[in-house]
């Protein structure tokens, strides 16, 4: 296959303690034909079942003791897939395989039945997402509002029951009257790859003149309220003059309130400074007064010193005069004394207390003048320190002075700030009234919605045109009698074969004709490069050829349906469905005998109920 699609492998049915029962399918042409009440329709609503149906299905006792179904399909580029369900309904799980019967080493992920969850995804967000339609909104009425789309809404598509291909109705059409636009839109979308998102919707008639009379009885009791507030103004006409002359008289107040807290604000930091510096300067004397005694102290030491070292220097001077004279004891000369060192020791020391003495003069002149810079900064301080004392007296009287004037300065703007917001409070009350009545006026003048204001939902003509000569190839291509030209009614939404409106016809070409109207449309799809299921179940799709001894509850055949039994369409038919299987699947359930050889086109299962040797039908006679 050229594009995108699903393709059905299989349906298996398992169950704890019965044998599992499978149908298989394949690629291209498929026939699923026999007896009556063999489980030809019920397995097409299984299909339908396993790709979201909420059934539930039919029970007989031949299915009794299966409990599970296996749906085994291919996603063209993409690989074999399996759904499993329980034939109860519920959720599905989903593993990427082909398996007919429970396998414990399986890896699957579970698919939500319905609407999706925060941990789940749903079935039909997932085919959606794998056949090219995901995020495709429809419209669901006239007036353009719209739906996302659900693969419920695909399946139609290609799901054709008994029912269904031989009714009255449109090939694009339920017969529910509710379900028409969005099936019409299903119908644009499918021939046209274009959805319905961008269409703004308008709104209805009775929708209009509810919201009119709501929205205007909601407006006019929002305005009775208002009223009811504005008694409390019985001088109304003059709030806009109250408000600019409260306006003006706050602006002075505050201008007044602004410079006496600037000024208060000024005297308190100043206040603050004083409450910190007066402790300051205070310690600041005390401790020069520690310093000066211990520097007082500090002198007299040096002066100690002084008066040592100068001991030991003139005591050294002395010693040193009678160095070079005889020994006063032993009468020895000079050059005879052996401890002349000593007197040398004696005059280095007395050098060194020299030195010493010069240091602590030094030291003692720098003391002189830190005790002099002292003795200078505890004057300046005891001359400044009253001062500041008296400064803070004089900053405690100005801020006691300001504070009642601005506490009533504060008061008055607070009373006048209250009224000026009660004025405001009332023009705002006239303001939103008259915003209001505004709104009342252009809903007065509202115009109800026209039928040129609706959104045009219709399929191009020349789409349509495009599709109907598709559906003529294959009418020809089928040897259907006449001419085969085929055109659109708009009003039914259906065709008009060689001038006929197709429901105008027995059922038997009624269902011939749905037939061909939906393998035109996959063939269309294909061709136009647009997305498909990729399938189409046709259930007795080939009704026209049935025996009306065998079939009674078919009724007679009227004419046209003689005309098609008389024709080669039956052989044409499957020719033609099998001349085109690279574009899809095709599984044909029909009751009527098929062409000869047909095996060589076709998958071929029969089910020949009581009448054969062969297999019974899609489940056997006894399954415990």
């Not at 031989?166 to 969005?182: A, C, H, M, V, W």
């Not at 003495?357 to 009253?386: C, F, G, H, N």
């Not at 009373?415 to 009660?422: F, L, N, Q, S, T």
């Amino acid at each position: 296959m050229s594009a995108s699609g699903l393709v059905i492998q299989h349906i298996s049915f398992s169950g704890p303690h019965v044998t599992t029962v499978t149908l298989t399918f394949q690629a291209g042409l498929n026939l699923l034909y026999g007896a009556s009440n063999t489980g030809k329709s019920f397995t097409l609503k299984t299909i339908d079942f396993m790709l979201g149906g909420s059934g539930p299905l039919p029970e007989f006792k031949e299915r009794e003791g299966f409990d599970r179904i296996w749906f085994g399909f291919t996603l063209v580029g993409v690989g074999d897939f399996t759904l499993s369900r329980s034939i109860a309904g519920g959720g599905y799980e989903l593993y990427e395989t082909l398996i007919s019967s429970d396998q414990p080493n399986a890896r699957s992920k579970k698919l939500a039945a319905k609407q999706p969850t925060k941990e789940l995804h749903s079935l039909s967000q997932y085919l959606l997402d794998q056949l090219g339609f995901a995020g495709k909104m429809l419209a669901k009425d006239i007036n353009g509002n719209s739906e996302a789309i659900s693969f419920r809404n695909i399946a139609a598509v290609s799901l054709v029951d008994e029912t269904r291909i031989q009714n009255e109705n449109s090939p694009i059409e339920s017969g529910d009257i509710l379900f028409r636009t969005k099936e019409r839109s299903l119908f644009r979308l499918l021939t046209t790859g274009i959805d319905d998102s961008s269409i703004t919707p308008v709104v209805d008639k009775k929708t209009f003149e509810t919201s009119k009379a709501v929205r205007t009885e909601i407006v006019e009791e929002m305005v009775k309220s208002i009223d009811a507030q504005l008694i409390d103004y019985p001088d109304i006409d003059d709030l806009p003059m109250q408000n600019d002359r409260l306006t003006s008289t706050l602006e002075q107040l505050r201008s007044e309130f602004d410079a006496t807290q600037i000024s208060i604000r000024r005297l308190i930091e100043e206040k603050q400074f004083l409450s910190v510096e007066i402790p300051r300067v205070g310690q600041r004397i005390e401790d020069i007064k520690v310093h000066l005694v211990r520097f007082a102290q500090l002198d007299a030491v040096y002066g100690s010193d002084i008066d040592r070292l100068g001991a030991l220097e003139e005591a050294g001077f002395l010693l040193s005069l009678d160095s070079g004279k005889p020994c006063a004891l032993c009468g020895a000369p000079a050059s005879a004394q052996v401890h002349t060192h000593d007197l040398t020791n004696i005059e280095q020391i007395r050098k060194a207390a020299l030195v010493e003495v010069a240091k602590i003069e030094r030291q003692r002149e720098d003391l002189k003048k830190t005790v002099s810079d002292l003795q200078r900064e505890a004057a300046d301080w005891a001359q400044e320190y009253p001062d500041l004392g008296h400064r803070l007296d004089l900053l405690e009287q100005e801020i006691a002075k300001l504070a009642p004037y601005a506490n009533e300065n504060k008061h008055t703007l607070g009373e006048v700030m209250m009224a000026r917001d009660r004025v405001k409070a009332g023009l705002s009350l006239l303001e939103q009234k008259k915003g209001l009545n505004s709104r009342l006026a252009s809903f007065a003048s509202l115009q109800k919605p026209k039928k040129d204001d609706r959104p045009n939902l219709k399929t191009p003509d020349s789409t349509v045109h495009e599709l109907c000569k598709v559906v003529t190839r294959v009418l020809k291509a089928w040897e259907f009698p006449g001419e085969c030209l085929v055109s659109f009614d708009e009003k039914s939404h259906d065709l008009l074969i060689d001038g006929k409106l197709r429901i105008n016809n027995g059922k038997g070409v009624r269902a011939v004709t749905h037939a061909a109207f939906k393998v035109a449309l996959l063939i269309f799809c294909r061709e136009k490069g647009l997305p498909h299921p990729g399938f189409l179940v046709l259930d007795t799709p080939l009704l026209t050829y049935r025996d009306p001894m065998k079939n009674p509850k078919a009724g007679a055949l009227t004419e046209d349906e003689k005309a098609v039994a008389k024709s080669s369409l039956k052989n044409r038919f499957f020719e033609h469905l099998s001349s085109i299987k690279h574009l899809g699947q095709f599984i044909v359930l029909e009751n009527i005998d098929p062409p000869a050889d047909i095996e060589k086109i076709a998958h071929v299962q029969t089910f020949f109920g009581n009448t054969g040797s062969g297999r019974y039908g899609l489940f056997p006679l006894e399954s415990m």
